[in-house]
């Protein structure tokens, strides 16, 4: 009885090796590369569970029982008045980046929602063609060039960076509920607490909308909430016009198209045969076709916040 020896196949079992190889080589890059990009993602990744955990256990249903009961005109009111406490923020951020103009319209629409508007309960300004605007401590950092550092989840918070994370205690400067607080008696801290509960409630409450769109819209909800943190804060500090990523892939200049453009002509004309040229454009550098508007495949448009 003969043994019959078992056969293997040397050259597909090398190249099963090689394959096995490269994978693990290009999972290990993406790996690499993710936590270069977001070296705190682990630290991230938990604090936005926690944040999410404590949304879910306390402040949504607080949303969902202040929306049952407050009358719409109350919660617009509400939402007027503390609007109104943060133009005062506002309105310095505007002049620490030179922006006089702006700096005037937001003291203005401060001091008419004010007096006009009791204390701010009703939006007059917008009324009268004042709009609203977004500053704060973190953008003027930037605009004095303080780089932003990378991307961190704060506890209670939320998503932030370390630069605007030292923009936060700029805005709790400007801020006068904090010195109310700090000054205050044991009454007016129970008030001012109670009135900040009240602001954040409100500010959830407005929220419920998004809420939705990044859950049903998201794969990854941590990166889909960093992704737009991000650009959303780019976004604000270049005035809605972010600088172009030098390593983005998708992103070219103007002058490589010209490159490809001049490229495709130049081709063009060399394969066209000389004893068919009525319509020819050998010797006269000119495309028949017309130049059209191009943009990469993934070129984000943005456009500015309502």
Request: glycine residues 8%; charged residues 20%; hydrophobic residues 35%.
């Amino acid at each position: 009885m003969s043994m019959q020896k078992p056969i293997t196949d040397k050259p597909l079992l090398l190249s099963s090796l090689i394959f096995s190889i490269t994978l693990t080589g290009c999972a290990t890059t993406a790996t690499t590369v993710a936590d270069k990009n977001d070296p705190w993602a682990g630290w991230n990744r938990g604090t936005q569970t926690f944040n999410d955990n404590l949304d879910k256990a306390i402040l949504k249903p607080m949303a969902k029982g202040y929306e049952w009961i407050t009358p719409e005109i109350v919660d617009e009111g509400i939402t007027n008045f503390f609007s109104n406490i943060n133009d005062i923020g506002v309105f310095i951020n505007d002049f620490l980046q030179f922006k006089f103009t702006q700096g005037g319209m937001d003291a203005s629409r401060f001091l008419i929602n004010t007096t006009a508007g009791v204390a701010g309960f009703i939006d007059v300004a917008k009324m009268i063609d004042l709009p609203k605007h977004k500053e704060d401590f973190g953008q003027t950092l930037g605009f004095w060039g303080v780089p932003s550092g990378d991307y961190l989840v704060l506890p209670f918070f939320g998503p932030s960076s370390p630069r605007d994370t030292a923009g936060l205690i700029g805005d709790a400067l400007f801020n006068p509920l904090t010195y109310v607080s700090v000054f205050g008696g044991a009454a007016v801290n129970a008030a001012t607490a109670g009135g900040r509960v009240v602001d954040v409630t409100d500010t959830r409450a407005d929220l419920m909308t998004s809420e939705k769109i990044v859950d049903e819209a998201s794969v990854d909800r941590y990166d889909f909430i960093k992704n737009s943190y991000l650009q959303n804060r780019e976004y604000l500090v270049h005035d809605g016009n972010p600088p172009e990523e030098e390593n983005d892939p998708d992103l070219f200049d103007e002058s490589s198209y010209e490159a490809d453009d001049l490229g495709t002509e130049t081709d063009t004309t060399n394969s066209t045969p000389a004893n068919k040229g009525s319509n020819s454009t050998k010797g006269t550098g000119v495309s028949n076709s017309q130049s059209v508007d191009k943009k990469p495949a993934h070129f984000l448009e943005l456009t500015a916040p309502q």
